[in-house]
């Protein structure tokens, strides 16, 4: 059997606000197995990116992180200065969320790169500038790129700038939420194509956060979906993908496919979600589920494994595409 | 670079439309409120009639206004030294060299005491806005409540009061002492000027860096939750790189741009200050002035601030351009 | 941004406007100090005639007395009640900055709105007058106007409220700028709601409160600034204000004659109003824009 890179265990983050406590994410169980590529899907809110922070070590006061996170071995959550500064980038980088964004507007790329390396491994500004031109050739970019600022560089440029800073320092785990956002279909093939390889070549386990199922089907081994917080469902994505067993995963495979069929995003899921704060403990989904029964309404459904070895949690887990 | 200039030469014409908006504004106020300059002076002094003669004569007063307004600009704009006419308390004194004289002492003393605050606010503000809500945070937004919530000449006179009349660790006033006879630029002479120039400094730097320091804190405010910001935390980048490369490096461009804004805040307050230290700069001038009903001296004194302060203005507009990138390579 | 508004909407469309309001006011601790403080000043102003023991200008003892029972801050170089100007001196204090501080949120609000909701070469040519005036040393430019008009209340005010609207013009456009481009005001654009309906009815009250703040702002602005007139000599003479006491303080060598309350005080005084002021215009903003705060989240 592989070895886990990270196991969440039991974890719940939790913001404080004006209204309640916010549970971003409640009570979830993962192990991802290096070397895999991972997918969690769900729509915006679900605390997908929350989880992807709580890898990093990056929940920020006031919010609040129970349960443990080992990754490599590590303990984060008890993770504090140097130690914790050191531990992120090195073990775990992240893809962030609409790169542009997440590059510094006032630093050239070449800088940008640099201070990473210098930052964690030492080593002076030429050696790192070496390894920048290479990480550059890699994500099959120029090296005239790195005098260049953000804001002279394409969206898909950027993309590739922001990868080859996940990989600098051949972290055994790279987080990519959204990769894809905000670029054009042409460039988002191109992503996730160069992602995979870049991936295989450095033998780095992967995240993959997005709310479109399709890309999730096309790049990872396993899966797990979420909704308000928790995981409704996970297992290998191809038989998620191919016989959802939770009403909620195959409402989300509906809406991805007339997204994809028209072109445009007709009706998703009926209902809204309720807000994430001071959750019931029922059924989360309840609300919106179309198979609903009272028990459903009045507790939570407890985890089911199907024989497949996936996990589900659903007092009806439909199998196949039966009632449809 | 193509666009730089292009930014450049835009400022470079904004500065000089301000400036001429400004000079209307000194030529036209008088004119729109009293009859002519001349009535106002006479009615509020006793004149020789050789002075109201030259008076006439400079005003032009038998032209146009517009006739008038364009004559000023050539005396003022177009002639150097800008004939800004003559002072009638220090009568057959020019404005213009009573002007010479005074403004080195006011330009020192704003410009460097601009240069501590700004530097020692955005110090501050750099520091409590990345440790929200922490000690030097509350210090910050308190002192800055109090400070800003006080007249400033008013600081000026506590600090004379506490200082100088009671501790006397400073002179109550002057930019050097009388006694002085040491050879101008000498050491010694140096160390009298910075001597006296201390309590007008103190006064204010205390008064402008929580205004600095607020800027630049509610920048961060901002830019913390940038998403650059996340990640550079995530990358696990020094705290010194963190606060300078991605804070400050970020903070700084609103903060040069409201520099420059405030300027003319500073400066003013400064006039106020400068009268309560009776410091021989364009304040104490001003207020002279103002007491011996010295009209062309006013106008004149008004005339050098406005060119001090949108020149100064421009210079951050520079500082601007250099220290973007987004402007730099366009 | 986003924040702001989404703060803003809730609280002017979904809970019901002024009463969350008032009742979030006085559940903070600053608010609830500065309202204290302002009310505290508005009785003394109303009563000066019954508190103040003499006429301000009434010279009832000997010159430079120093503080004592019957004279709380002792005498003036003529002999007259410090106790007594700075009570009255209050009232004025609190006219001119009041008075100032509508004069400049009726100007600001309409430059500002005109400004952002027109647009166009309106906007630029409006915006551009209001940089220049930005750029301009105000005080100094006061002092410039006072010093023709001659001193007095009224052009105290006058130069006040001229020179101080710019800043508050500012504000409101850009807060104007982000409503327009907000989904209900742009969705009432295009039903076809009267213009005058989508300013009053839809853009102003979401920028009401934001407007206040910086109206108490503008009150301490306006007592400042005449202060400062005053202290040069620019202000009124034949009435007084806290800055015509520390004006006579000074000319009249407070320091030399054990005369540190008499020119302490009027300081005190405006910097308590202006802690005040910055204190409830501090509440208001952080009613309607939280990111801000020192106090929690």
Redesign the interface.
């Known amino acids: 059997m592989a070895t886990t890179i990270a196991d969440i265990r039991g974890l719940s983050v939790t913001f404080p606000s004006k209204k309640g406590t916010v549970r971003a994410v409640d009570a979830v169980d993962l192990s991802i197995e290096e070397g895999s590529i991972f997918g969690i899907a769900g729509e915006s809110g679900c605390g997908k990116t929350t989880i992807g922070l709580s890898l990093l070590g990056m929940i920020r006061e006031p919010g609040s992180v129970e349960g443990t996170i080992a990754v490599n071995g590590k303990d984060v959550t008890s993770l504090r200065g140097e130690e914790r500064r050191l531990f992120r980038w090195k073990e775990v980088s992240m893809v962030f969320q609409g790169a542009m964004n997440s590059l510094n507007p006032v630093s050239s790329v070449g800088e940008q790169i640099t201070e990473v390396i210098i930052d964690h491994t030492g080593g002076t500004r030429k050696e790192a500038m070496n390894r920048a031109a290479d990480l550059l050739r890699k994500v099959r970019l120029p090296s005239d790129i790195l005098r260049r600022y953000p804001h002279q560089l394409s969206g898909g440029q950027k993309q590739r700038v922001v990868i080859a800073m996940a990989i600098a320092l051949s972290p055994k785990l790279i987080i990519a939420d959204e990769p894809t956002t905000a670029l054009d279909v042409v460039s988002q093939e191109h992503i996730l194509r160069l992602l995979k390889e870049v991936v295989k070549a450095s033998g780095s386990t992967v995240v993959i956060i997005s709310h479109d199922l399709s890309l999730i089907a096309d790049m990872c081994d396993r899966l797990a979906v979420m909704y308000l917080g928790r995981i409704v469902e996970s297992g290998r994505a191809q038989d998620v993908l191919s016989s959802p067993a939770h009403p909620y995963t195959r409402a989300l495979i509906d809406s991805n496919i007339t997204l994809d069929k028209r072109g445009k995003k007709v009706e998703s899921i009926p209902g809204y979600p309720p807000s994430p704060i001071n959750l019931p403990s029922n059924c989360r989904f309840s609300g919106r589920c179309p198979f609903a029964t009272n028990e459903c309404f009045d507790s939570e459904p407890p985890a089911s494994t199907l024989e497949d070895g996936r996990v589900v949690y659903c007092y009806h887990p439909r199998h196949g595409n039966e009632g449809k | 670079m193509g666009l730089s200039v292009r930014f450049l030469v835009r400022r470079a014409l904004?500065a000089v439309?301000?400036f001429f908006?400004?000079l209307l504004?000194?030529f036209i106020?008088?004119r729109l409120?009293?009859v002519s300059p001349v009535e106002?002076i006479a009615a509020s002094q006793q004149l020789p009639p050789s002075v109201i003669k030259l008076l006439t004569a400079q005003f032009g007063l038998d032209k146009p206004l517009y006739i008038q307004f364009l004559l000023y600009i050539k005396n003022v704009v177009f002639t150097f030294p800008p004939n800004l006419g003559f002072s009638y308390e220090y009568y057959p004194q020019s404005v213009w060299s009573m002007l010479v004289i005074s403004l080195p002492w006011t330009l020192f003393l704003v410009g460097s005491s601009v240069a501590v605050s700004a530097f020692v606010g955005t110090m501050a503000g750099l520091y409590a806005g990345m440790n929200?809500?922490k000690a030097l945070?509350?210090l910050l937004?308190y002192t800055s409540?109090?400070t800003?919530?006080?007249?400033?000449?008013?600081?000026a006179?506590?600090f004379?009061?506490i200082l100088a009349?009671v501790l006397r660790l400073f002179p109550i006033g002057g930019a050097i002492s009388i006694t002085d006879t040491s050879p101008v630029m000498s050491l010694e002479y140096i160390q009298d000027v910075l001597y006296h120039a201390m309590l007008p400094m103190i006064t204010i730097v205390v008064a402008t860096t929580p205004v600095y320091a607020i800027i630049m804190r509610?920048t961060l405010?901002?830019i913390i939750r940038?998403?650059?910001m996340?990640?550079?935390?995530?990358?696990?980048?020094?705290k010194s790189?963190l606060y300078y490369?991605?804070g400050l490096?970020?903070g700084i461009?609103p903060i040069v741009s409201l520099i420059?804004?405030h300027f003319?805040?500073v400066?003013?307050?400064a006039?106020?200050v400068e009268?309560?230290f009776s410091y021989p700069g364009v304040g104490t001038l001003?207020?002279n002035a103002?007491?011996s009903?010295d009209?062309p001296m006013?106008?004149g004194?008004?005339y050098i601030?406005?060119i001090t302060?949108?020149g100064a203005?421009f210079i951050a507009d520079l500082i601007y351009s250099y220290?973007?990138?987004?402007i730099r390579?366009? | 941004m986003k924040i702001r508004e989404s703060k803003l909407e809730r609280l002017f469309r979904t809970e019901s406007g002024t009463d969350t309001f008032l009742k979030k006011l006085l559940m903070s601790r600053g608010g609830m100090t500065g309202l204290i403080i302002l009310c505290a000043l508005a009785v003394i102003s109303l009563l000066s005639s019954v508190i103040a023991p003499y006429s301000p200008y009434a010279i009832i003892a000997k010159p430079y007395l120093s503080p004592s029972s019957v004279h709380l801050f002792g005498t003036d170089g003529l002999g007259r009640d410090i106790f007594s100007q700075m009570i009255y001196g209050t009232s004025l204090s609190l006219e001119i900055g009041f008075v100032s501080a509508i004069g400049i949120t009726t100007i600001g609000t309409l430059v500002g709105i005109v400004s952002g909701y027109v647009g166009s070469y309106v906007d630029e040519v409006l915006m551009r007058f209001v940089d220049v005036m930005l750029v301009i040393p105000s005080i100094a430019f006061m002092i410039f106007v006072s010093t023709i008009m001659g001193p007095g209340v009224i052009s105290v005010l006058t130069v006040i409220i001229v020179f101080g609207w710019p800043p508050m013009s500012r504000m409101v456009r850009s807060q104007v700028l982000s409503l327009k481009k907000r989904g209900f005001v742009e969705s009432a654009v295009v039903s076809n709601s009267t213009k005058p309906f989508i300013l009053f009815r839809m853009i102003l009250p979401n920028i009401t409160s934001l407007i206040l703040a910086n109206a108490l702002l503008a009150v301490i602005y306006a007592i400042i600034a005449d202060a400062s007139l005053a202290f040069i000599g620019l202000a009124s003479t034949t009435s007084y204000s806290w800055g015509t006491v520390l004006y006579n303080a000074q000319v009249e060598g407070a320091i030399y004659h054990n005369g540190i309350l008499w020119i302490t005080l009027p300081g005190l005084a405006i910097a308590v109003t202006g802690i005040a002021m910055t204190l409830l215009a501090r509440a208001f903003g952080d009613i309607t824009d939280p990111r801000y705060s020192t106090e929690g989240r």
């Open positions: 904004y439309l301000t908006i400004a504004m000194i106020i008088p409120i009293a106002i929200r809500g945070d509350k937004t409540m109090a800003q919530s006080m007249p400033y000449f008013w600081i006179i506590m004379q009061i009349v509610n405010a901002d940038e998403d650059y996340v990640a550079g935390e995530a990358k696990g980048l020094r790189r490369k991605y490096r970020n461009l420059a804004v003319g805040y400066v003013g307050g006039l106020l009268i309560v001003l207020f103002i007491l009903h009209y006013i106008q004194v008004f601030l406005g302060v949108i203005n220290i973007d990138p987004r390579y366009s």
